[in-house]
């Protein structure tokens, strides 16, 4: 009877110590990062995203001065089941 005590006892104790070891080493690893911001920076997304809507506003452009030309075609056809 005193071994099984003595047996869960350690076990308990085994855990807990793991336990800690595992949070500490999580809350440490986040130390580590230092001054590296978890989010991209603001300024250069708003510049990419400038940029991308640039690139489709020159693209709108295109597609309208097609529809302007009378050169576009449409075909419709019937879905098909």
Same mark, same amino acid.
């Given at each position: 009877?005193?071994?099984?005590?003595?047996?869960f006892t350690v076990?308990?104790? $085994?855990? $807990?110590?793991?336990?800690?070891?595992?949070?500490?080493?999580?809350?440490?690893? $986040?130390?580590?990062?230092?001054?590296?911001?978890?989010?991209?920076?603001? $300024?250069?997304?708003?510049? @990419?995203?400038? @940029?991308?809507?640039?690139?489709?506003?020159?693209?709108?452009?295109?597609?309208?001065?097609?529809?302007?030309?009378?050169?576009?075609?449409?075909?419709?056809?019937?879905?098909?089941d």
């Open positions: 009877m005193r071994n099984r005590s003595m047996f076990l308990v104790l $085994v855990n $807990v110590v793991a336990w800690y070891m595992l949070g500490f080493s999580q809350t440490n690893s $986040v130390a580590q990062q230092g001054g590296r911001a978890p989010f991209a920076n603001s $300024v250069e997304q708003r510049a @990419e995203m400038i @940029e991308q809507l640039r690139a489709i506003h020159a693209e709108l452009r295109e597609q309208n001065e097609l529809l302007r030309s009378g050169q576009l075609e449409v075909i419709a056809k019937p879905p098909s």
